[in-house]
């Protein structure tokens, strides 16, 4: 099939062939990306069972959405043969590149499948054909579980082969062979295979034939370990037997046991081994047998003295050269510093302990950055330009200059400026950058970035110059909270990894290296990582509850819990004698607002104290829907509500541990569309409630963009289309291209486009008829960033500019614009225009900040 195409994907090789499909290369003609196709072999697409196990191989792996699991993206049908497209993954099998020469590299691979196999677990998905052959390592050294082809999904039909077990003889559990009931302790059983042959190069069950091959796997104890690996640690003996246990009630119960396991494994990178010491003696053959015993006993009594003085020269170094364990002071003492500003953000400390820098808000709503001697207490303005936002700073080691992340719009990217700690001008360093933060030695600033979906950490010097990719951590889902800190030489960096399912972890890589190591595994949100002269590294958690200060040795071992409090700790720095601690503690608030179209006649409505992050008013004006969640920044957990206008009858219509992103009312007041974020997901799950009568929520679809376009239908962007969503469940597409998502202006016969695809991210107006027509006449109404909502005719739209304060109104027909008025100040984020056109509804995000000081940390 080389050179075809076949739908929009044009082939390009042959990349293997086995008994469950045919795997090609292929181009997608459409998205321009390289994919593959697996065809079901010819002959066996009219065959129903094969049919179904091929379906289910899709249903089974299109569930998951996880970095080391190939990605599914589609299944089609092409002259009668069904095909999959799935994601193209450019490495080597497992079975390339066993053994492992180094038993860090094995483990480090066998976290990365575990934590796949945890994810098909936690969906009722067994794969039942885990194997070398079925896992690849890419280019950049991360693991991808592919072959569902005979996963069973939890409620799904029961799949079997003629005169066959379903899987790969050699990787199977004794259940599995004996045809008994299949479960998650089965995939454990192969797993314990490819980890004891990723670490020997061989199969701990062998046989000449099929049955002796059985008879290995029911009966017979695997091979030790230790005859292939000498110097095997103790714990991964333990983790291969439990796993490779027969019985499975004695074997692992679940992955994530396992997979704890492993993660504590792979904290130590290196692991020194015993020598091992032989006595070789010279031939003897001349002597006589007394005088031959009685040398070589001498010999063997002075070689035994020798190891002995050796043993204990080496213990006594190691007594004397061992750093001691760090311990807190009992006596350190706190303060919290008396700073003349509400909103304060996460702050940085000079290496003496003497000065402080940090952002904050004044009283005309102007975030600025400033410096402060601690002793003085008085903070002077550094900084005199406009900003929406400076979430962090960190000042230079010789406390000459600042790094910070500038932004001035709402979905604008923070560039990296520098400016003299004394005041002045800031200058641009990099245009897309986070958690920006010096190397010790001052000659190079590291930040992190989101790329391609991907977090990648980087690193320049002040000058602007000598810019590089230091790492892609390909795992950490690229958001908030971004983290990282140089060790004390420069040669390693920790950082945060936000894992897809939505907590983190603290990780350490060696830059030389490459090899990285993680510190925690206890599935928490971790924010802040700071990494202190005595080798110590410090993080936010919530662990224990709030999140508080914790910290732990660099190398690896249990975590101490710095600071007891009920109040959120965000941010923190130590001075470079380990003696001054200064963190942020903050309470993130939200209120509502309503005012006039132009801003005008604002007021509040009052609510209970907390976090509000979308408001809708009701077609009528007299009840407002909008998400509410408890002061805690980084607590997921929030919920919809509805109230009367004036604040009373506040009543809850969600419960549970979902997290509710927005919220809007249908035109005829009958529903409530709200959407519930899920970690790890593009598309937000767009649920669907009635507000007086609420019962449970009701899923209408997935979707990321989603407007009203009457009471009983909505426009959502679907899969990148757009599609027409009825309350009663019915579909049906709607005009457009990919990555676009299109309405209807009202009655006209214009369409409101919002295009997602670059260079031409955008709001457009098109005429219905001329959509998909090259040179179709098509207007910008306005760039796809900043603060804006459509009103609810999607005559015209409303547009904040961040960088005056300013409203304006643009007509969606003809693109005209003009200034209305002036917006709410501060963080105020428009959220709605009622039925009416006549008012606005937004939400202004606050926090109660402090910063808290320790003296004395350390004994």
């Known amino acids: 099939m080389t050179g075809q195409t076949v739908s929009h994907y044009r082939i390009l090789e042959k990349l293997g062939e086995g008994g469950m499909g045919v795997v090609y290369k292929a181009e997608d003609l459409k998205l321009t990306r390289i994919i593959a196709l ?20 899709a249903r089974a792996a299109a569930i998951l959405n996880h970095p080391n699991i190939c990605t599914v993206y589609d299944i089609l049908e092409h002259d009668g043969q069904l095909f999959i497209v799935m994601e193209y993954v450019e490495g080597k099998t497992l079975r390339e590149i066993v053994p492992m020469k180094k038993i860090q590299d094995a483990i480090g691979y066998a976290v990365q499948i575990a934590e796949a196999l945890q994810e098909a677990h936690s969906k009722g998905i067994v794969h039942r054909d885990i194997k070398a052959d079925n896992i690849m390592v890419n280019s950049k050294n991360q693991v991808k579980v592919m072959d569902f082809g005979l996963a069973k999904l939890k409620g799904s039909l029961k799949l079997t082969k003629t005169s066959s077990t379903v899987g790969t003889l050699a990787y199977m559990a004794p259940e599995q062979i004996q045809g008994g009931e299949v479960d998650a302790r089965s995939d454990l059983f192969s797993f314990g295979i490819v980890l004891y042959e990723m670490l020997t190069g061989h199969l701990p069950f062998r046989g000449e034939h099929e049955a002796a091959m059985v008879y290995s796997i029911a009966n017979e104890e695997p091979e030790p370990l230790q005859h292939y690996v000498p110097n095997a640690p103790s714990e991964l003996l333990h983790i291969i037997d439990r796993a490779l246990e027969k019985d499975r009630e004695e074997r692992y119960q679940t992955v994530h046991d396992m997979l704890i396991d492993l993660r504590r494994l792979n904290k130590d990178s290196y692991r020194v081994s015993p020598q091992q010491y032989h006595d070789v003696s010279s031939p003897a053959t001349s002597l006589s047998p007394p005088v031959q015993e009685t040398r070589i006993r001498r010999k ?31 006596n350190r003492t706190t303060v919290t510093l008396q700073i003349p500003f509400k909103e304060i953000e996460w702050p940085s400390l000079s290496r003496d302990g003497n000065w402080l820098v940090f952002p904050a808000r004044d009283e005309n709503e102007r975030w600025d950055l400033y410096l402060m001697n601690i002793a003085s207490g008085k903070p002077s303005r550094v900084t005199n330009e406009p900003a929406l936002s400076i979430q962090s700073v960190d000042l230079s080691p010789d406390a000459s200059q600042i790094v910070f992340p500038y932004q001035n719009g709402l979905n604008k990217d923070a560039m990296l400026r520098l400016v003299a700690s004394q005041g002045g001008r800031s200058r641009t360093l990099v245009d897309t950058g986070l958690a920006p933060v010096w190397r010790r030695d001052g000659q190079r600033i590291g930040y992190e970035r989101d790329d391609s979906g991907h977090l990648t950490i980087w690193s320049i010097k002040p ?77 936010v958690s919530d662990r224990s509850g709030p999140h508080n200060l914790w910290m732990i040795p660099a190398h690896g071992g249990e975590a101490t819990q710095v600071t007891q409090g009920g109040v959120p700790i965000l941010g923190a720095r130590i001075s470079a004698d380990n003696r001054t601690l200064v963190y942020l503690q903050r309470e993130s608030l939200g209120q509502i607002w309503i005012s006039g179209i132009d801003g005008g006649n604002a007021c509040q409505i009052p609510t209970a104290e907390g976090r509000i992050f979308s408001a809708s008013i009701s077609p009528d004006g007299n009840q407002i829907a909008y998400t509410f969640a408890d002061m805690d920044y980084w607590h997921p957990r929030s919920h919809l509500f509805v109230m009367d206008r004036n604040g009373k009858n506040q009543r809850q219509l969600t419960y549970g541990s979902e997290s509710i992103g927005w919220c809007e009312w249908s035109p005829g007041g009958d529903w409530i569309a709200f959407a519930h ?8 799950s767009v649920y669907i409630v009635h507000p007086f009568d609420p019962g449970p929520p009701r899923l209408l679809c997935k979707s990321l963009i989603f407007e009203w376009v009457d009471s009983q239908n909505a426009a959502a962007l679907i899969g990148m289309k757009t599609y027409l969503v009825s309350v009663n469940g019915e579909t049906s597409t709607q005009p457009g291209q990919d990555s676009t998502f299109s309405v209807h202006i009202g009655s006209t016969d214009q369409l409101l486009i919002l295009d997602l695809r670059k260079q031409r991210e955008g709001i457009w107006s098109v005429l219905h008829d001329s959509i998909g027509k090259d040179g179709a006449p098509a207007k910008m109404i306005a760039p ?45 984020v428009i959220r709605n225009i009622s039925m009416d056109g006549k008012e606005i509804i937004w939400t202004k995000r606050e926090f109660r900040s402090k910063l808290v000081l320790v003296r004395n940390v350390f004994e």
């Open 463 to 539: 000058d602007g110059t000598d810019k590089r990719l230091e790492f892609t951590d390909t795992i950490s889902a690229p958001r908030s909270p971004y983290a990282m800190s140089w060790s004390p030489d420069g040669g390693s960096i920790a950082w945060v990894r936000n894992y897809p399912e939505g907590h983190g972890e603290v990780m350490v890589r060696d830059l030389a290296t490459g090899l990285q190591r993680q510190l925690t595994s206890e599935g928490k949100i971790v924010d802040e990582v700071v990494w202190t002269e005595n080798d110590q590294i410090l993080f």
């Open 677 to 684: 974020r899920t970690p790890g997901e593009f598309d937000d």
């Open 300 to 330: 063997t009594l002075w070689l035994g003295a020798g190891i002995l003085v050796v043993l204990c020269c080496i213990s006594v170094v190691l007594f004397l050269s061992r750093k001691p364990q760090v311990q807190l002071n009992p």
């Open 784 to 828: 796809f960033d900043g603060d804006w909502r459509l009103s609810k005719d999607l005559h015209y739209l409303i547009q904040r500019q961040w960088d005056e304060d300013s409203l304006w109104r643009v007509w969606t027909s003809t693109g005209r614009r003009e200034r209305i008025g002036k917006a709410l100040p501060g963080f105020a």
């Open 38 to 57: 697996k065809f079901l072999p010819h002959g066996l697409g009219a065959n129903e069972p094969e049919r179904a196990r091929f379906l289910q191989e």
